[in-house]
């Protein structure tokens, strides 16, 4: 078994299916040895599995909880694109948006579920330099989107 798919067995976690895009674009761009993924948040079956902003509807550890889905989505599209996980090098970098209230300041909080869960996977491999922005509206009513830059054999 690959070293990846042994680490995910470990943290019992299960890649759901890789989500189609859901409008005009494609899930990654390839440029050499450099993925480019699209924005992915926690959508399942094309429906959200959560709705909201954070400071109103989500609390602080909801947002945390849906960022590491999110980061586990994105893992799902890297396994479709790639077949082997193992293949990745370096997770390069992640862009976080959080639907927020306007007195809600903890989006680099919620953004580290997805950073935590990918350093959890991926090891020393998975530490991203990172960005986490406040949005005042997501697609959907969506809490959180997360868009990754990754590094390839």
Request: proline share 4%.
């Amino acid at each position: 078994m690959a070293v990846i798919e042994k680490r995910l067995e470990e943290l019992g976690i299960e890649l759901p299916e890789a989500m189609s895009p859901l409008a005009s674009y494609v899930s990654v761009q390839r440029d050499g040895n450099t993925l480019y993924v699209s924005g992915s948040s926690v959508i399942k079956d094309g429906k959200p599995q959560m709705q909201g902003k954070l400071g109103a509807e989500i609390t602080l550890e909801e947002g945390y909880k849906a960022a590491r889905q999110t980061a586990i989505n994105l893992i799902a599209v890297l396994k479709k694109e790639l077949g082997d996980l193992d293949r990745v090098e370096q997770i390069v970098k992640l862009l976080g948006f959080v639907a927020s209230t306007a007195d809600f300041y903890e989006q680099p909080a919620v953004i580290n579920g997805a950073s935590d869960l990918l350093t959890e996977v991926f090891g020393e491999k998975g530490r991203h330099a990172r960005t986490a922005l406040a949005a005042n509206v997501l697609p959907m009513n969506l809490p959180l989107e997360i868009e990754m830059i990754v590094r390839v054999e």
